[in-house]
């Protein structure tokens, strides 16, 4: 039985951070005790039996926190069970379809054996920071393709597995 779980993000406009919160809440829920911490402030997982990372994604990496978080604690996050999700398409295609992860995530899957990656629909919205966020704003490609539903299904299948081991 898990006890302790980390979920922490990386996030630019905090799309992603509001995903972490929801899969967060559903750990919570099902009895687990979940620290939510953004990823650049992560400085060690020794005391987690468990870790979830997300990262936004932006031109086809993922944000530079949640990168620098699995380099940097590697070798800790390879000694427990890790779940990956990212966030970033801004249409539906997340809600359509399985999206694989992409290179350099799939990369760092395969370094610690991380139990599961799946990919959600982003959030670009009025105010969001960026020179590139401002151009797909103007362009009206902006929007919310959260689906707080395929999240809190996702994060209960993490629960299930962490509460019946």
């Not at 630019?12 to 939510?36: F, H, P, Q, S, W």
């Amino acid at each position: 039985m898990t006890d302790s779980v980390l979920v922490t993000y990386g996030t630019t406009n905090g799309a992603t951070e509001g995903i972490a919160e929801a899969v967060a809440d559903v750990l919570r829920k099902d009895g687990l005790n979940v620290d939510l911490l953004p990823a650049r402030s992560v400085t060690r997982v020794a005391s987690y039996d468990a870790v979830v990372v997300g990262g936004g994604l932006y031109a086809g990496r993922w944000h530079k926190d949640a990168r620098r978080l699995v380099r940097r604690l590697r070798a800790g996050l390879a000694e427990r069970p890790v779940w990956f999700f990212s966030s970033g398409p801004l249409d539906a295609s997340a809600s359509e379809r399985s999206i694989p992860p992409v290179r350099g995530v799939q990369r760092a899957m395969n370094r610690l054996d991380v139990r599961d990656h799946v990919t959600f629909g982003g959030c670009l919205e009025a105010g969001a920071k960026g020179r590139v966020a401002g151009m797909i704003l103007r362009s009206g490609k902006g929007g919310d393709f959260r689906d707080f539903g395929a999240i809190e299904k996702w994060a209960e299948g993490v629960a299930e597995t962490l509460t019946h081991t």
